[in-house]
């Protein structure tokens, strides 16, 4: 299967700082970019959906002035959480998809730990 | 509006034993269903996928699922489970450009 690779895979920041978090699509170019979130022992929540070379579509009650999506190019996506807070502590799993329909699946990366202190 | 539902939180079952895990949706149009496994701390592995043609599906590791539209569920299933199974399962839907994933399933294998 495809490769996509999330980077990084652990980060702690202090409170007031902001953090990007990479994912890349090694070996395809990827239409879509998904964006994830999961807390301890709960399912994956969709933060965003980024299509390359536009602006991110957000779900309900994420603000999307403090996480910023970027999709420059058909491999690679980034999400800065601006201006963390410990609440912003999570798991954030990114995933990328080949084509504009759900009949090609989304890759997922590896996960990115991150701790707000 | 499109969910999925995996109503066992927690199943504990023993190395060598049968499994089902059960996943139930809810989707006005033909799905696309998926089986991801995730280990802790790790991203999400795909295990199988049906998008149409033959109700049962074969996926790596052993696992199959079956699509019964009837019943709208897409359970997995192994006939004989190893300790390394142990990780959380995630059923979902692809509903146009978008994944619906239910809450989980935490797979426990005792010896």
């Known amino acids: 299967g495809a490769v996509v690779s999330q980077h990084p895979s652990r980060v702690i920041c202090k409170s007031g700082t902001s953090v990007k978090i990479e994912c890349r699509s090694l070996?395809?170019?990827?239409?879509?970019m998904f964006w994830y979130r999961q807390f301890p022992k709960q399912s994956l929540m969709l933060m965003a959906t980024s299509n390359e070379g536009s602006k991110a579509t957000y779900e309900q009650g994420v603000e999307k002035d403090k996480f910023l999506i970027n999709h420059a190019s058909l491999t690679l996506s980034t999400l800065t959480v601006t201006s963390a807070h410990p609440e912003d502590s999570s798991f954030y799993i990114c995933?990328?998809?080949?084509?504009?329909?759900?009949?090609?699946?989304?890759?997922f990366g590896q996960g990115t730990r991150l701790t707000v202190v | 509006a499109q969910s999925v539902t995996q109503p066992d939180i927690h199943i504990t079952v023993s190395e060598g034993a049968s499994l089902e895990l059960r996943c139930n949706y809810s989707y006005g149009a033909t799905p696309y269903l998926f089986w991801y496994v995730q280990s802790p701390g790790q991203g999400l592995q795909l295990l199988l996928k049906?998008?149409?043609?033959?109700?049962l599906v074969q996926g790596i590791k052993g696992f199959e699922a079956e699509f019964k539209r009837s019943q709208s569920s897409f359970n997995l299933r192994k006939p004989s489970v190893h300790w390394s199974d142990a990780a959380e399962y995630f059923c979902?839907?692809?509903?146009?450009?978008?994944?619906?994933f239910g809450t989980g399933t935490s797979l426990t294998v005792i010896p």
């Open positions: 979902a839907v692809g509903a146009g450009n978008q994944f619906y």
């Open positions: 049906y998008f149409s043609g033959d109700t």
């Open positions: 070996d395809f170019q990827a239409t879509t």
């Open positions: 995933s990328a998809s080949r084509g504009a329909k759900m009949n090609t699946e989304a890759f």
